[in-house]
């Protein structure tokens, strides 16, 4: 049996990482509920954004324009949007591992499949693996809409040189607390839903200055919107993710703690038993 | 300015005693700014100024980077805006905006240090090069705020 000394070291090194784990699952709880309210006032501008582009694709007539346009696809670009930092359950590696599967799959059908990576640790998994087209780190953590919008000039402009010729995001949407969902989202060419759903609402609208001016102005400034939303629902998963990490790592510790505590107590029970065992047979000898 | 496009089937049927008014709803990808009733909206257009009143027919434009004001109960407040899109539907106003900023949350000294830096690089800069642009974007956004915030302190 491990002596007292060593199990006492034990208790006190499981119970700071105890204290550590309930700390930042504190700070996640803290942070993730700022992301929630961020993802929520992001959500009605994303939608009327989705609402005046249909809505505008809907009646484009004639000439299609170079974003919406169906090319053959040949380059695949995997846009990977992970968290900079660990330490958060199963978020980045399942990310990272769904996105690996899917090149697996998809390779014969392209040529050539490149990986632009938001984050630091989807890049530090995947760089081992394939050839990175390019990293942004340190912006995750902080989602800002400039940097969105950085990330969508610099897609946007690699599909019009037609360095790839399909654009697919690659995410953890905030679905619960506890779940996120791995995300595969088709960013460039733009998918106008269907039609028919537009007509029906049969609004005649008068535009200005044209249909045509109008959609090349919303068109990338939808892929930003569409960036900067799957950050935000990146960045509450991520949180959301750290904090039941945290939770369980916490409950592990309470339960080591207890587990080991029982131990320390029987430990201590035995000591003392030999030594009244050794008091009282010394003192029988003494007696005889 | 354009005159207010009568729209759909004015006069309007069971006009009432009272104003008509109209939804104003201001949305950034941050928040939303503003959700408000209001008698008048004026706002700056790619193709220039332009007025919206109740009954206003279905619109869609693209706004540049200037001035939104709007009036509620005789009272006048503007905005700097940048860049956006600006929908009336059924008195009903949607604008979405990259930022918005009322005339009291306007920092003028700063507003007046981004207009300096502005004109500096405007000059050292050849008018092809790509940051011509972002900094005549930057300018322009300047000299609104400046604008917007000079009114609002005259009042």
Same mark, same amino acid.
């Given at each position: 049996?491990?002596?007292?000394?060593?199990?006492?070291?034990?208790?006190?090194?499981?119970?700071?990482?105890?204290?550590?784990?309930?700390?930042?699952?504190?700070?996640?709880?803290?942070?993730?509920?700022?992301?929630?309210?961020?993802?929520?006032?992001?959500?009605?501008?994303?939608?009327?954004?989705?609402?005046?582009?249909?809505?505008?694709?809907?009646?484009?007539?004639?000439?299609?324009?170079?974003?919406?346009?169906?090319?053959?696809?040949?380059?695949?670009?995997?846009?990977?949007?992970?968290?900079?930092?660990?330490?958060?359950?199963?978020?980045?590696?399942?990310?990272?591992?769904?996105?690996?599967?899917?090149?697996?799959?998809?390779?014969?059908?392209?040529?050539?499949?490149?990986?632009?990576?938001?984050?630091?640790?989807?890049?530090?998994?995947?760089?081992?693996?394939?050839?990175?087209?390019?990293?942004?780190?340190?912006?995750?953590?902080?989602?800002?809409?400039?940097?969105?919008?950085?990330?969508?000039?610099?897609?946007?402009?690699?599909?019009?040189?037609?360095?790839?010729?399909?654009?697919?995001?690659?995410?953890?949407?905030?679905?619960?607390?506890?779940?996120?969902?791995?995300?595969?989202?088709?960013?460039?060419?733009?998918?106008?839903?269907?039609?028919?759903?537009?007509?029906?609402?049969?609004?005649?609208?008068?535009?200005?200055?044209?249909?045509?001016?109008?959609?090349?102005?919303?068109?990338? =400034? &939808?892929?930003?919107?569409? +960036?900067? #939303?799957?950050? !935000?629902?990146?960045?509450?998963?991520?949180?959301? /993710?750290?904090? $039941?990490?945290?939770?369980?790592?916490? =409950? &592990?510790?309470?339960?080591? +703690?207890? #587990?080991?505590? !029982?131990?320390?107590?029987?430990?201590?029970?035995? /000591?003392?038993? $030999?030594?009244?065992?050794?008091?009282?047979?010394?003192?029988?000898?003494?007696?005889? | 300015?354009?005159?207010?496009?009568?729209?759909?089937?004015?006069?309007?049927?069971?006009?009432?005693?009272?104003?008509?008014?109209?939804?104003?709803?201001?949305?950034?990808?941050?928040?939303?700014?503003?959700?408000?009733?209001?008698?008048?909206?004026?706002?700056?257009?790619?193709?220039?100024?332009?007025?919206?009143?109740?009954?206003?027919?279905?619109?869609?434009?693209?706004?540049?980077?200037?001035?939104?004001?709007?009036?509620?109960?005789?009272?006048?407040?503007?905005?700097?805006?940048?860049?956006?899109?600006?929908?009336?539907?059924?008195?009903?106003?949607?604008?979405?905006?990259?930022?918005?900023?009322?005339?009291?949350?306007?920092?003028?000294?700063?507003?007046?240090?981004?207009?300096?830096?502005?004109?500096?690089?405007?000059?050292?800069?050849?008018?092809?090069?790509?940051?011509?642009?972002?900094?005549?974007?930057?300018?322009?956004?300047?000299?609104?705020?400046?604008?917007?915030?000079?009114?609002?302190?005259?009042?």
């Amino acid at each position: 049996m491990a002596s007292l000394k060593s199990i006492k070291k034990r208790i006190v090194s499981v119970k700071n990482t105890r204290q550590i784990t309930k700390a930042m699952k504190m700070v996640s709880a803290a942070k993730l509920r700022r992301a929630q309210e961020n993802v929520v006032a992001a959500r009605p501008y994303a939608q009327k954004m989705g609402e005046v582009l249909q809505s505008l694709a809907g009646n484009l007539q004639g000439e299609q324009h170079p974003l919406l346009e169906k090319r053959e696809a040949k380059k695949l670009l995997l846009l990977v949007v992970t968290s900079d930092r660990g330490l958060c359950g199963g978020f980045n590696s399942n990310l990272c591992k769904a996105g690996e599967r899917y090149i697996k799959e998809n390779a014969a059908e392209f040529e050539q499949i490149s990986l632009m990576t938001i984050g630091r640790k989807g890049y530090e998994f995947l760089k081992n693996r394939h050839t990175i087209h390019k990293n942004i780190s340190n912006i995750i953590s902080k989602p800002n809409y400039q940097a969105a919008a950085m990330v969508a000039q610099d897609v946007i402009e690699g599909y019009l040189s037609e360095e790839y010729d399909q654009v697919v995001m690659l995410y953890n949407s905030f679905r619960t607390v506890m779940t996120q969902d791995i995300t595969f989202q088709q960013l460039l060419p733009i998918v106008p839903e269907a039609k028919g759903a537009v007509d029906e609402v049969g609004i005649e609208y008068i535009y200005e200055p044209s249909v045509e001016d109008l959609l090349t102005q919303i068109l990338p =400034k &939808n892929i930003e919107v569409q +960036i900067f #939303k799957a950050m !935000l629902e990146s960045v509450a998963g991520e949180h959301g /993710a750290r904090m $039941t990490a945290m939770d369980s790592a916490s =409950k &592990n510790a309470s339960e080591m +703690i207890g #587990k080991l505590t !029982l131990q320390y107590n029987r430990a201590r029970q035995a /000591a003392i038993t $030999t030594e009244l065992m050794e008091i009282i047979s010394g003192a029988e000898s003494i007696k005889g | 300015m354009r005159p207010n496009q009568g729209g759909r089937g004015l006069p309007l049927q069971g006009t009432t005693t009272m104003a008509e008014k109209m939804k104003l709803e201001i949305v950034t990808p941050y928040s939303k700014v503003l959700d408000e009733m209001v008698d008048e909206v004026t706002a700056t257009g790619k193709l220039g100024e332009f007025g919206v009143l109740p009954g206003h027919a279905p619109f869609l434009t693209s706004l540049n980077i200037g001035e939104l004001c709007y009036k509620k109960d005789g009272v006048a407040v503007c905005m700097a805006l940048n860049w956006g899109y600006f929908e009336v539907q059924d008195d009903k106003i949607i604008v979405l905006v990259e930022t918005a900023e009322r005339a009291d949350d306007i920092d003028l000294e700063r507003a007046k240090a981004a207009l300096g830096r502005a004109e500096d690089a405007l000059k050292k800069l050849d008018p092809e090069d790509k940051k011509f642009k972002i900094y005549e974007a930057a300018l322009q956004r300047a000299l609104v705020r400046m604008q917007t915030a000079s009114k609002a302190a005259r009042k």
